[in-house]
């Protein structure tokens, strides 16, 4: 018999369970052997990405034989200026899901403890457990963050408070002033990270003036990505925000090159094109009200969100997931995050989401 390598894997890792994405669609062609298949599980941009950053992506490819910048010059000045942030206030990953973990390798170690809510984006549970510290799962209030039971976990062993507006995958979200008052009490040792995966999907007058808190907060990390609204999922770029100091911290530990030149390059240029992020939006919102109506008009429960998704509770929701799968659309089951009985839907175009709404009928009437 050969050795048992998970005798000597890092503590934590035993228990862990591989991150579930989103089927791809080839998965499921292969899997049942059927085509025009619609995928509402990912939280993609339905629109794909912007023309500039196609552009710049195709004037990459004579250069790939060369290392990326390993700083990423162009983009975090594109940031900066935008931000209102300094460029050495910027880390940035491969997604936001590598900061997260380049800020967790840098600061949370075995005996710490990290707080989340019990419905936050699974990631945060991933990476606690890998570095061997100790997960408070706050339990949810109306699906959303409870701050108050949050600010109440909080003792000399937390390291990081993990905060999720809009939260994924149940899309609620926190007003400004909640979060404020939240993080004026929060001990000046003890790291907040505001994930803001879904920042562009909130309207204006909602959105809360985080960066500016920075300056403020300096224990306040605030983590986008630019794979949901600028529709850069398959390139993966994302970028934390924080204090001059965190991100020296962090950039000692993220590794080189970790952002490779078409990723560095359609960022900086889908950045620019505010006009396709207004448009990716606006479409959200028009088929968000659509689904949210379709819902409403079959007494369907739903979780109103703030994102480019929705999640309803459909009984039972393993099995509807399957016979929508062998309608050729893709939605997503959460029973990992604690919610059997419901399923997160993309917002997809128009036509897309006829294609789920049409196929949930039919199973509904089957029931």
């Given at each position: 018999?050969?050795?048992d390598?998970?005798q000597?894997?890092?503590?934590?890792?035993?228990?862990?369970?591989p991150y579930?994405?989103g089927?791809?669609?080839?998965?499921?062609?292969?899997?049942?052997?059927?085509?025009?298949?619609?995928?509402?599980?990912?939280?993609?941009?339905?629109?794909?990405?912007?023309?500039?950053?196609?552009?710049?992506?195709?004037?990459?490819?004579?250069?790939l034989?060369?290392?990326p910048?390993?700083?990423?010059?162009?983009?975090?000045?594109?940031?900066?200026?935008?931000l209102?942030?300094?460029?050495?206030s910027?880390?940035?990953?491969?997604?936001?899901?590598e900061?997260?973990?380049?800020l967790?390798?840098?600061?949370?170690?075995?005996?710490?403890?990290?707080?989340?809510d019990?419905?936050?984006f699974?990631?945060?549970?991933?990476l606690?457990?890998?570095?061997?510290?100790?997960a408070?799962?706050?339990?949810s209030?109306?699906?959303?963050?409870d701050?108050?039971?949050?600010?109440?976990?909080?003792?000399?062993?937390?390291?990081?408070v993990?905060i999720a507006?809009?939260?994924?995958?149940?899309?609620?979200?926190?007003?400004?002033?909640?979060?404020?008052?939240?993080?004026?009490?929060?001990?000046?040792?003890?790291?907040?990270?505001?994930?803001?995966?879904?920042?562009?999907?909130?309207?204006?007058?909602?959105?809360?003036d985080?960066?500016?808190?920075?300056?403020r907060?300096?224990n306040?990390?605030?983590?986008?990505?630019?794979?949901?609204?600028?529709?850069?999922?398959?390139?993966r770029?994302?970028?934390?925000?924080?204090?001059?100091?965190i991100?020296?911290?962090?950039n000692?530990?993220?590794?080189?090159?970790?952002?490779?030149?078409?990723?560095?390059?359609?960022a900086?240029?889908?950045?620019?094109?505010?006009?396709?992020?207004r448009?990716?939006?606006?479409?959200?919102?028009?088929?968000?009200?659509?689904?949210?109506q379709?819902?409403d008009?079959?007494?369907?429960?739903?979780?109103?969100?703030?994102?480019?998704?929705i999640?309803?509770?459909l009984?039972?929701?393993a099995?509807?997931?399957?016979q929508l799968?062998e309608?050729?659309?893709?939605?997503?089951?959460?029973?990992?995050?604690?919610?059997?009985?419901?399923?997160?839907?993309?917002?997809?175009?128009?036509?897309?989401?006829?294609?789920?709404?049409?196929?949930?009928?039919?199973?509904?009437?089957?029931?």
């Amino acid at each position: 018999m050969s050795f048992d390598f998970a005798q000597i894997a890092n503590p934590g890792v035993n228990g862990l369970h591989p991150y579930q994405p989103g089927k791809p669609v080839e998965e499921l062609e292969r899997e049942l052997g059927i085509s025009n298949i619609v995928k509402l599980a990912s939280n993609e941009n339905p629109l794909g990405l912007s023309p500039k950053a196609r552009d710049a992506v195709a004037a990459q490819l004579s250069e790939l034989a060369r290392y990326p910048d390993a700083n990423g010059y162009y983009l975090k000045a594109a940031l900066s200026e935008q931000l209102g942030v300094s460029p050495a206030s910027l880390t940035l990953g491969n997604g936001s899901n590598e900061v997260l973990e380049i800020l967790f390798r840098t600061f949370v170690r075995p005996g710490d403890e990290v707080i989340f809510d019990q419905h936050a984006f699974i990631v945060y549970a991933l990476l606690t457990q890998s570095s061997g510290a100790t997960a408070r799962a706050i339990p949810s209030q109306d699906w959303g963050h409870d701050l108050d039971a949050m600010l109440a976990a909080i003792n000399e062993r937390t390291r990081v408070v993990c905060i999720a507006n809009p939260n994924n995958p149940t899309g609620t979200f926190l007003s400004a002033d909640a979060l404020e008052a939240f993080l004026q009490q929060v001990p000046e040792n003890v790291l907040v990270v505001l994930d803001e995966a879904y920042f562009e999907y909130v309207p204006q007058d909602q959105r809360a003036d985080s960066m500016g808190w920075l300056k403020r907060f300096p224990n306040l990390t605030v983590s986008r990505t630019f794979s949901k609204a600028y529709g850069l999922a398959g390139l993966r770029v994302g970028y934390l925000a924080s204090s001059e100091a965190i991100a020296d911290l962090l950039n000692r530990v993220r590794e080189p090159f970790n952002c490779n030149a078409p990723a560095l390059a359609a960022a900086t240029a889908a950045l620019a094109d505010q006009d396709f992020v207004r448009q990716s939006v606006e479409l959200n919102q028009q088929e968000m009200a659509r689904l949210e109506q379709y819902f409403d008009q079959r007494g369907i429960r739903y979780i109103p969100s703030h994102g480019n998704f929705i999640t309803a509770e459909l009984k039972p929701a393993a099995t509807i997931y399957q016979q929508l799968l062998e309608q050729g659309v893709i939605v997503r089951p959460i029973a990992g995050y604690g919610m059997p009985d419901h399923l997160r839907i993309s917002v997809g175009l128009a036509q897309e989401n006829d294609r789920f709404m049409q196929a949930l009928d039919t199973i509904l009437e089957q029931q």
